[in-house]
Nanobody, 119 residues
Framework: QVQLVESGGGLGQPGGSLRLSCTAS???????MGWYRQAPGKQRELVAS???????NYRDSVKGRFTISRDNAKKTVYLQMNSLKPEDTAVYYC??????????????WGQGTQVTVSS
């Protein structure tokens, strides 16, 4: 069973930045990867994805503010979050995607990392 460990969350100020990391217990080089988030009372949503070849897709609400990247040698995916907004507050999760242009996760979820944006 693949394990995912997300880290880097915390309290961020509006307009500030946070960098999230997600390390998998298995190689990720052959999988598209994604960052999801789940706000209280809402469904989990995909916010950013990165293909095997490092093409990227973003949810409209984070375009121009978030950047997803990957380091296959470290089995790690990153999410650089800039210009934070209160509506970015959520628990953030990463996962491999079943297909790059889809949203279905491939593995069981990790524990996630809480991001709270507040002044």
């Amino acid at each position: 069973q693949v394990q995912l460990v997300e880290s880097g969350g915390g309290l961020g100020q509006p307009g500030g930045s946070l960098r999230l990391s997600c390390t998998a217990s298995t190689m990720i080089s052959i999988y598209p990867m994604g960052w999801y988030r789940q706000a209280p009372g809402k469904q989990r949503e995909l916010v950013a994805s990165i293909s095997v070849g490092s093409s990227t897709n973003y949810r409209d609400s984070v375009k121009g503010r978030f950047t997803i990247s990957r380091d296959n040698a470290k089995k790690t995916v990153y999410l650089q979050m800039n210009s934070l907004k209160p509506e970015d507050t959520a628990v953030y999760y990463c996962n491999a995607l079943r297909e790059f242009y889809g949203e279905r996760p491939r593995w069981d979820w990790g524990q996630g990392t809480q991001v709270t944006v507040s002044s």
